[in-house]
């Protein structure tokens, strides 16, 4: 394990690229299991996390080329197993995307219990009551074991809850299955809606991407495709609050504004100027001041994945803010580090969390206990007086690459320690 070792207290500034989306490669590797033809992927961000996802592919029988590079290729005339590596499972919350694909391919399916963060906290069950809906049947076990001897039939489901991964094994499933589904209570966030894009150029009938209701016209022939991830709006934004939170002037390129949007305009809230222009996203040096409240909420509202990195924000923000998280109390459980770099923090519960700044913080050793608030933690090392030690690395580098010769190319001074 790798520990990030920062000395705070200046002020970054230049230019940032993002990659493809993590939360779209993910799905989108996975439904190359769907065809025997070969898929092509541009723009694959290069981190950990699709790494895990490309290794599962070759351990089911896939050819897959470029790993470790923007574009990957795949192919997989036969799927050899119905069983992914469990070790790999373990690291990866995103496995449980396979479920569609090995029922439709295989008909069945036998996964270990997916890792990823907060792994006792997150549930599959929604996956699974998709799955079950489209003629899936569980069978007894430790492990998630599902047969579809059968395959996979059109349904029409309400999703208990809008989870977006729930969401793509529906959309997964229902891709491979010949007739017309209707998902209700779909959610709407962008990589979904890239995920419904690509499963078009595969030759599913896809209509009411982006909104809550998806219909789709699955096949049991389809073929392969070719497409580029859209930017990474969550990395963008994480690094846009890197700048502010240094009182910092970067340029982040590669995220496309009407993803931006949500983040840019609590940003202004709390004073930051920043503007897009294209696929740049700038901001400029500023005086934060407290937003009052931030709530994260289904999209288009704000994401969870950045309410972290906000929290940080509002210790240098004039005046009090209250941070509620609805969906994931462990990520404010794990900021209350930041009392010991001297942030005046309140956790009224696991949900909500009350800031009052400006405090200037002090370096300190810290835990990345998960992957977005293991990227805040960063961002408050790196406004912080004296040295901070972030680790274990490896949770933050699952979804920001090259990490270290970024910051660094940013002005930060960081070494990593192995």
Not at 114 to 141: C, K, N, Q, Y
Not at 217 to 245: I, K, N, P, Q
Not at 306 to 315: E, P
Not at 379 to 394: I, K, R, T, W, Y
Request: with cysteine; aromatic share 4%.
């Amino acid at each position: 394990m790798s520990t990030l070792l920062i000395e705070g207290g200046r002020r970054l500034s230049g230019a940032v690229a993002v990659e493809g989306n993590k939360n779209a490669a993910l799905p989108l590797l996975a439904a190359c299991l769907l065809t025997k033809d070969e898929c092509v992927l541009h723009n694959v961000p290069r981190i950990s996390d699709v790494k895990v996802m490309a290794r599962l592919l070759q351990d089911l029988g896939a050819r897959v080329e470029g790993i470790g590079t923007t574009t990957v290729r795949v192919r997989c005339p036969e799927v050899l197993k119905d069983e992914p590596d469990g070790t790999m499972v373990g690291r990866l919350r995103g496995s449980v995307l396979l479920l569609g694909p090995l029922l439709a391919r295989r008909g069945r399916a036998l996964l270990a219990p997916p890792g990823g963060d907060f792994p006792a906290r997150r549930t599959i069950s929604t996956h699974l009551e998709a799955l079950v809906s489209m003629g899936a049947r569980i069978l007894d076990g430790p492990s998630h074991h599902l047969e579809a001897p059968n395959g996979l039939t059109p349904t029409s489901i309400y999703l208990y809850e809008a989870s977006v991964t729930g969401t793509e094994t529906a959309l997964l499933a229902a891709a491979a299955a010949p007739g017309i589904s209707e998902i209700r209570h779909a959610a709407c966030e962008p990589h979904v809606v890239e995920l419904c894009e690509f499963l078009r150029k595969m030759g599913a009938g896809i209509t009411g991407a982006g909104t809550s209701t998806i219909r789709v016209e699955g096949s049991r022939t389809l073929h392969g495709a070719e497409h580029r991830l859209w930017g990474d709006y969550v990395e963008a934004g994480s690094w846009a609050v890197v700048a502010a939170v240094t009182g910092g002037e970067i340029d982040v390129h590669g995220a496309r504004p009407e993803d931006l949007e949500v983040v840019e305009a609590v940003l202004r809230r709390m004073s930051i100027a920043c503007h897009s222009s294209g696929e740049v996203f700038r901001v400029e040096p500023s005086r934060p001041e407290a937003a009052g409240r931030i709530t994260t909420g289904l999209w288009p509202g704000f994401p969870s994945d950045l309410v972290s990195l906000v929290t940080v924000l509002a210790t240098q923000a004039e005046g009090r803010t209250l941070v509620h998280d609805w969906m994931y109390e462990l990520r404010l459980f794990a900021l209350e580090q930041l009392s010991g770099m001297r942030a005046d923090l309140f956790l009224c519960d696991p949900h909500r969390i009350i800031v009052t700044g400006p405090r200037k913080l002090r370096g300190r050793i810290l835990d990345s206990r998960d992957l977005r608030s293991g990227m805040a933690l960063i961002a408050a090392a790196l406004a912080a007086d004296g040295e901070s030690q972030v680790a274990p690395l490896e949770t933050i580098e699952r979804g920001y690459g090259t990490l270290v010769d970024r910051l660094r190319k940013l002005g930060a001074q960081v070494s990593k320690v192995e």
